[in-house]
């Protein structure tokens, strides 16, 4: 997220570039994906 902040992508096009695929075995992981990677873009966003 943070190498997607740096490029200047938003939230979106963040989400959407990024590879999690090597948690989809995990529980809730459809569920949680988009919250998860909405928190680290933000956190990225600010540092």
Do not use: C, H, W
Request: glycine letters at 6%; charged letters at 25%; hydrophobic letters at 40%.
């Amino acid at each position: 997220m943070a190498k997607a902040v740096n490029q200047g992508k938003d939230l979106q096009q963040a989400i959407d570039s990024l590879d999690q695929n090597a948690f989809a075995k995990l529980p809730n992981y459809e569920l949680l994906k988009g919250g998860n990677a909405n928190r680290v873009y933000l956190e990225a966003e600010s540092l």
